[in-house]
């Protein structure tokens, strides 16, 4: 008798392209569109709903066979919602993208040769412009300040045009490439900080285990922003970024640099709030502060996971931040080459 044979086992892609969904549909469709249109083939693309009531992601799934869905049952978040498109996820790169986020047709061709010609970087950065005016950025790499402020390299800045490739501090989550053994060996992204900030933080821990980030800014997204948060204004955008911020700042600083480091850090808040107060727009962040503050046992927790993890000392961090402050209140383009 004859045997039966083998059934094919499909080899796993390249990449893995990880979209968190909540209340997407205003976006997600457009996102997807820019996927399909892709040069660059050898990928797989998962949706992680958390618990939309709108139904973009199942119909999407519905709409094309080849989209893999996961369904939260409730809102996690994105930092979770990541983590568990990452375990999903079969390829030996992920690749974060935004549903409001709309890659040009090569942008995973040019991550991917990135990738192969710098081996010894596994993180990678894409240039995000503004969806609304594309001759302004989005971001081109994130930059920390000495002070524990991170932000957007140029954000709503003039797009400079040409740049090399070059190092940033770390990859904004909303575009970028990680290759998934690191991601995991790191712990993923860290799900109490539920939104914001956790891209930064993630790459921070990968400084501290002597890792870099490259931004390629020939690898290109229009990013819309926010637009499930109601905003980078929003209550929930700022209370979520003002407690995240001192977190991050708590979590990962190294011990020298943090005791350096931390009366310009409450300096700097007590400057953004000044002009939060000028705006009217004082309450959320002031209640994200009293959150983090009231629960800062959660910070120091996670400080203690990530130092014991560090490799790399307060100096090597201190060289990969900008210690001018026309940098943080320009926000400058930060890339070292």
Known sequence: MARAAAKHKPSPPAVSVVIVTYESAPTLSSCLAALRAQTFGDFETILVDNASSDGAAQ???????????????????????????????????????????????????????????????RAFASRQLSAADPTRLDGLGDVMAGAGFPFRGGYRGPDPGPLP???????????MLIERALF???????????????????????RLAGGRSLVVPDAVVRHQGSASSGGPRSDFATFYGTR??????VKDTPPALFWLT??????????????HAMRGELASPWRGFKAGVKDIRVAIGARREAQARRKVGSLAIARAMTWNPADVFRRRVVIRR
């Open 59 to 121: 119909a999407a799934a519905r709409a094309d066979s080849a989209l893999r869905l996961i369904e939260n049952t409730g809102n996690l978040g994105f930092a979770a919602g990541v983590n568990g498109g990452a375990r999903a996820a079969r390829g030996r790169w992920l690749a974060l993208l935004n549903p409001d986020a709309y890659p040009e047709p090569d942008w995973l061709e040019r991550l991917m040769a990135a990738a192969a010609a710098h081996p010894q970087v």
């Open 165 to 175: 490739a070059g190092e940033v501090f770390s990859p904004c989550g909303g575009a």
């Open 184 to 206: 995991l060996d790191l712990g993923g992204m860290d799900e109490r900080l539920f939104c914001y900030c956790e891209d930064v933080d993630l790459g921070y821990r990968l």
């Open 244 to 249: 995240n911020r001192l977190w991050v700042f």
């Open 262 to 275: 931390l009366p310009l850090h409450l300096g700097a808040t007590a400057v953004l709030f000044t002009r």
